[in-house]
């Protein structure tokens, strides 16, 4: 099953489920994946916590 993530969001069309990195946009740089790995962090400790503290 697939999951698709909206442009410049991390959030997919299945709740609860996220992506990133090479599952997001296909193979790329390295710190293209760890920039959208920090903002992975960030969309996922919103969706749990109602709010994140870390950097954006």
Do not use: C
Request: proline share 2%; no cysteine; aromatic share 8%.
């Amino acid at each position: 099953s697939n999951a698709k993530a909206e442009y410049g969001e991390y959030r997919t069309n299945v709740d609860g489920v996220f992506a990133a990195g090479d599952a997001r946009r296909g193979q790329s740089l390295i710190v293209w994946a760890i920039n959208e790995g920090r903002g992975a962090a960030r969309a996922v400790d919103t969706h749990l916590m109602g709010k994140s503290y870390l950097p954006r």
